[in-house]
């Protein structure tokens, strides 16, 4: 473990910003090494090639990871991160070698608090999740709009094992990267939860050009919105471009998100052969322009410990306070103020018979343009999503949920999960990539508290019943956690 200190959500509220380290990928690529680097020595024999697998490296070459971690303790940064990028059980699954994501994670782990560990200085050590390849937002099949190549509970079960693995090893919290789906993100911070409840966490978003948006069409305010739930250490931005470009986007975060700001971008933009070109002293120029907007800051794609050694020592931003309002997103950011919120009915059974109709008969794309113009024509914010009374609820609402994703018109709206059935409530929230409200509770069942945690812990705000004691109710739930402004009762609601 770490020799002194402990990691917290305020270690990067502090005058001076921090320095994360450069690429790890980049770095391997220089040793040059063979298919034999990455498969002697494995527990089992691949079936395939594994050259390009990193994380084989942590059990058949710590040496060469060894030597990278030393290699940026000497360029002067505060931290590492573990090379266990895809030692997960889902990215494995390309190599056949999903049974030793764990050891992956944990030989990463060890090996960098290790060299963490034999440093002159204060080193912490960040445990690397990287995104994976499959999105739970994004269509992968425009024959079957509604399939999805993995469940979130696979995702969150697989960040969950790594997870478990890098603390064990002892990393002194986790950074989530290069995140372009939301949903894949809340999955990851579900898996840490379960992993261990309130453990530090970073997550840092790729985004598409200068747009602020991500890969699935969120916009960044949005995408905070979502996984606004966890404990961050810090949010932000990494991989997507190089500093340039970065930083009107950093500039624009800096002026509301009430978390410390990270960003470790590219060594520029790639050239013609995927490769960087932007040296340390260009790229330094190009980190100045960050001073007093970030509290944390490194390099990503190609760049190396020269870049990290290059770079400026930077004043740390200070962070504003969150603002106690309830904010929802789908693909936008919702601030719903502290009046009456009113929702669109276009896609709730009980109250649109035209909908209800659709449904019944399975013509779920129709029902889906129906909902387009209705919510089109009610102008709300948010859409109600009510299917109690149809079959096999909570099936029905998991399809749903993801033929909404597939249509950015119904989309870009905040989601209420509306169902009795506590099932269905989950279902909904496990594929809606933004914070939806969810609900409604009714406060005299024996384990309100703990479904409320729940459908926090999936990123949601709370719809509670009409009670005789609200006030009783928010001591409740601000007790297990959620804070007041995600706290909405019923009669709040305008259908």
Known sequence: MAKDGVFSIDTLRQERALRLDGAMGTQILKFNLAEEDFRQGLPIAPTRDV??????????????????????????????????????????????LSSLAPDMALAAAKIAREVADAAPRKVWVAGNMGPGSKSLSLVSDFIRPEWRPCSFDEVADSYAAQARALIEGGVDLIIIETCFDALNAKAALYGVHQAEPGFPVIVSVSVSGGSGRVLTGQSIEAFFAAVSHAPLAAFGFNCSMGAEGLLPLVHSLGAWCPVPLVCYPNAGMPNGSGEYDECPETMSSHMAGLDGEVNLYGGCCGTSPDHIHAFPSLRSRT??????????????????????????????????????????RGEYDEALFTVSCQLAEDGASVLDVNLDGLPDTPALMERFVRLIQSDPSVSSAALLIDSADFETLLQGLKNAQGKSLAGPLDPSDADFAEKAATLRSLGAAVLIKTCSNPAQMLETLTAAGIPQQDIVFEETIMR
Request: charged fraction near 20%; proline fraction near 5%.
């Open 319 to 360: 962070v504003p306070p969150c603002e106690k309002q309830l904010i929802l997103s789908g693909l936008e950011m919702w601030n719903m103020g502290d009046g009456p919120i009113t929702v669109s009915t276009a896609a709730h059974v009980g109250k649109s018979a035209d909908f209800a109709g659709m449904m019944e």
């Open 51 to 96: 050259k390009g697998d990193n994380e084989c490296l942590n059990l058949t070459r710590p040496d060469v990871i060894r030597s990278i971690h030393q290699s940026y303790v000497e360029a002067g940064v505060d931290i590492i991160e573990t090379n266990s990028f895809s030692a997960n059980a889902l990215a494995q699954q390309e190599y056949g």
